[in-house]
């Protein structure tokens, strides 16, 4: 049987690190749990607060996206994240950018 596990919890806008820290600390738990996979709410790692900068979005090669991997890999469980992305400076965010991170 495939266990999925869900966070259901507002991240606090604009304090990636604290976000991160939430989601390694719910990776975790999950695990602990002997859940597969961690399913996170819609741009926990930024936050969701309108308009949303280019500047305090995240690049697809963030440090940061490491250290959740390296997590992942330690509890041995999946994750599904998302987040405001820089993308592309000439886009609007609303376009959005999609990455795939293998950890």
Excluded: W
């Excluded at 936050?47 to 979005?57: A, C, I």
């Excluded at 991997?69 to 994750?79: L, S």
């Excluded at 994240?81 to 795939?100: A, M, Q, V």
């Amino acid at each position: 049987m495939f266990k999925v596990a869900i966070l259901q919890k507002r991240p606090i806008n604009e304090q990636i690190d604290k976000n991160i820290e939430t989601i390694i600390m719910a990776m975790e738990e999950a695990s602990e749990n002997h859940a597969d996979i961690l399913l996170l709410p819609e741009c926990f790692i930024t936050g969701y607060n309108l308009p949303m900068s280019h500047e305090k979005s995240i690049s697809d090669d963030d440090i940061r996206i490491a250290k959740i991997c390296k997590y992942a890999k330690k509890y041995k469980i999946g994750v599904v994240i998302t987040s405001f992305t820089k993308g592309n400076k000439h886009l609007p965010l609303d376009r959005g950018s999609f990455f795939y991170y293998d950890c």
